[in-house]
């Protein structure tokens, strides 16, 4: 029986005995569980932000949906830094090598703040530009640049949360992860339709309270390194940008950024596809993104408790268990997308009638476009497992190629071809469409990771041999 409190611990050697002894049909979910907790809380804020925003109008929906692109391109590079460093730190812990690890955090963190406060600065000189870049059109414009003239603050916080979140999860501390996710999403569901509705700031409001709690959630991610309960200490003296953690926490960063640089761009083409469309397809898109959010973070939420498991025995040189480990997340995940799937598919018109129930013609666009990309979950289930796998082991060129699959070799496209043969309803399509034909792609580099790491157990085998 596993124990959930050595989750907060500060004993190192009864967490790695767990993750290189423990069972997985026990650690994997134990590991998942508050991710995907926190990255449902967070959808579902989203969702409620959303649903906070649709009060004020169709325009304020469409605005905030066009903000998104800008949030992305923040998160852009947090993520990509972030997982690079998650990568490299489990493994360099399952390896017994935590001076290092403490030093790509200390490096990572660093880099991302600094960048979050430059984005923050140019983001503010050319708001308009940006927005109009985005997609943003005249009738929504100014609605857009009073939401995301606050949002902006928040770009070094944000980014650097993305390094805490994904360290704290890399010791297998992802309770504190949980928390401080947690405790934005908290905030902003107080503070959003009291700035909204009591103090009547409007869509201001909405990106006030926006980042305040992304600020929040920053602080709370620091806390266990302030109070020194997690395993690795966070350290200004450990800032070191050495070739070596450049080289490999570079090396994974980039499938990552390769991958959000094509989300934000395939953000931008589908916003400005949906424009040809009108106000009624950019609404009804925002509000599908938002809901499938939800899906894919329980599927990242998943990837993220079954990454450092796999990471930390690749570092220990236990092949058999990241075989097995690979083989569970497989099914588990199939298994899961297909049950929460299932009532998205019954009951989408029902979902999109919360936030938009007097525009039929949002409710007929965002409810096809969630139906089918609910139908394509198990899919997208696999290859997250295949892509996580790449992202653990340190194989950058795998993990890049994954990465661009599903946003960028399948989606774009998609979303250029698809509105064109059929109109909005073929936007409305596009997603579910790259989604499946990911799969092509993921299927055959799953086969060569797996003779990869069997590759390996044989020779560790054979050099145990007498």
Not at 28 to 46: D, G, K
Not at 66 to 82: H, R, V
Not at 222 to 241: A, C, D, E, M, Q
């Amino acid at each position: 029986m596993i124990n959930l409190s050595l989750f907060s611990s500060q004993d190192h050697d009864a967490k790695r005995e767990m993750m290189l002894n423990g069972s997985l049909t026990k650690v994997i979910p134990i590991l998942a569980i508050p991710s995907v907790i926190s990255m449902i809380i967070t959808s579902l804020y989203n969702m409620l932000d959303t649903f906070f925003v649709s009060q004020i109008g169709t325009v304020a929906i469409g605005a905030v949906g066009i903000c998104l692109a800008m949030d992305q391109f923040i998160a852009m590079f947090g993520s990509a830094i972030g997982n690079g460093a998650s990568s490299f730190i489990s493994r360099l812990l399952g390896a017994n090598q935590k001076k290092q690890a403490e030093q790509v955090l200390a490096a990572s963190l660093f880099a991302t703040f600094m960048i979050g406060i430059i984005m923050c600065i140019i983001g503010h000189v050319f708001l308009e530009s940006v927005l109009k870049l985005v997609g943003a059109i005249d009738s929504i414009l100014p609605t857009a640049a009073a939401y995301a003239n606050y949002t902006l603050y928040s770009a070094p916080f944000m980014a650097g949360a993305f390094v805490l979140n994904q360290s704290l999860r890399a010791e297998g501390s992802p309770v504190y992860s949980m928390f401080g996710i947690l405790s934005g999403a908290a905030v902003n569901c107080v503070l959003a339709p009291l700035f909204i509705f009591v103090f009547r700031w409007g869509i201001a409001g909405a990106g006030i309270a926006s980042t305040i709690s992304k600020a929040i959630s920053f602080f709370v991610l620091l806390i266990p390194y302030l109070r020194r309960s997690s395993i690795l200490r966070l350290s200004w003296r450990n800032v070191r940008f050495s070739r070596f953690i450049i080289k490999e926490v570079g090396k994974m960063s980039i499938p990552i950024f390769c991958r959000n640089s094509l989300m934000v761009f395939v953000t931008i083409v589908t916003s400005r596809t949906a424009t040809s469309f009108g106000e009624a397809a950019i609404a009804a898109i925002s509000i599908c993104n938002r809901a499938m959010n939800l899906f894919a973070s329980l599927l990242m939420g998943f990837g993220q408790g079954y990454q450092p498991v796999v990471g930390y025995n690749w570092g220990a040189g236990k092949y058999d268990r990241v075989l097995k480990a690979f083989w569970f997340a497989v099914k588990f995940g199939f298994i899961c997308m297909a049950a929460v799937g299932i009532p998205m598919i019954i009951f989408a018109g029902g979902f999109m009638r919360l936030f938009s129930a007097t525009d039929p013609e949002v409710i007929r666009i965002g409810s096809f476009a969630i139906r089918l990309q609910a139908i394509a979950l198990p899919v997208g289930a696999v290859v997250v497992v295949i892509n996580m796998t790449f992202t653990a082991l340190g194989r950058a060129l795998g993990a890049t190629i994954l990465g661009l699959a599903r946003q960028g070799i399948c989606f774009l496209p998609s979303v250029l071809i698809m509105p064109a043969l059929f109109g909005v309803m073929g936007l409305a399509a596009a997603q579910a469409v790259a989604d499946f034909l990911s799969i092509i792609i993921g299927i055959p580099l799953g086969i060569l990771i797996l003779k990869d790491i069997k590759k390996m157990r044989a020779h560790a085998e054979n050099t145990l041999m007498p």
